[in-house]
């Protein structure tokens, strides 16, 4: 009976041990990415990359004149790469980039997996402006989710821009049956749009500080910076971050 007890104590002592084991290694990687970004000059890049993360990133507009995308591709520094690219497509009721159809073929033929995103106003019809980008954008398989870049009020209330929003945002995911992405900086968010649109996969702007993004929700994107170089692009560029692995960016994409 002694030699039974002793046993089960043994065994119950080590349970606790991989247990604790188990719980402190689950802590240490959650500090690990909740903690400060780890910031790395890259002069390839011009700008201070957050190296936490593996996946990278562009987003352009016709700002970034003619872009050369098999030199975005095959740069690479320390393993730093652009593997993805976010593209305008439209404005407002009426506006289409000049670059977009160019840059959507270009980018899916240099390999980098691409998205396109409209710039809204909650001062436009959003049906209206629905109807612009899905005339313009043909998402495939492999593509990722639309984006609604929402970043202005024009004077219009939290109440009217959440409306606004909701109607565009539905319109995009009856169109290509995915849920859109939403792209503002933390004080837009937390201003006009809040808790009812924390559904929606967040692409945060947060320039020139050296901790995450600062946002009580998850966000799924980081723009860090709008002063980035890259090959191929003679203008400055946006950069961001995914917050996942190349697995997980695969599995966002339009299946």
Avoid at 187 to 199: I, S, W
Avoid at 210 to 217: D, G, T, V, Y
Wanted: hydrophobic share 40%; with cysteine.
């Amino acid at each position: 009976m002694a030699k039974k007890n002793r046993k089960r104590l043994r065994a119950f002592f080590l349970i606790v041990s991989v247990l604790t084991l188990a719980a402190t290694a689950g802590v240490w990687w959650l500090l690990r990415q909740q903690g400060p970004a780890n910031f790395v000059r890259y002069e390839e890049f011009g700008i201070d990359i957050p190296v936490n993360y593996s996946v990278h990133g562009i987003d352009i507009s016709k700002f970034q004149g003619n872009v050369n995308w098999r030199a975005v591709k095959q740069m690479e520094v320390e393993n730093i790469k652009i593997s993805f690219a976010f593209i305008k497509a439209t404005e407002g009721i009426t506006r289409q980039d000049a670059t977009f159809r160019r840059n959507w073929e270009k980018a899916r033929d240099a390999g980098v997996i691409r998205g396109a995103y409209h710039f809204f106003y909650s001062t436009r019809d959003p049906l209206k402006q629905a109807i612009n980008f899905k005339n313009v954008v043909q998402l495939e398989s492999g593509d990722l989710p639309p984006v609604l870049d929402i970043e202005v009020h024009n004077n219009q209330s939290p109440a009217v821009i959440r409306s606004t929003a909701r109607i565009w945002l539905e319109e995009m995911e009856k169109a290509y049956g995915v849920k859109p992405i939403i792209y503002t900086n933390i004080h837009f968010y937390e201003t006009y749009l809040g808790k009812e649109f924390d559904d929606y996969p967040l692409w945060v702007a947060h320039y020139y500080q050296k901790e995450r993004p600062r946002s009580a929700r998850n966000w799924v994107f980081w723009q860090h910076s709008d002063i980035g170089r890259v090959n191929g692009i003679r203008t400055m560029v946006d950069f961001n971050v995914f917050r996942g692995d190349s697995a997980a960016l695969r599995k966002l994409c339009i299946p």
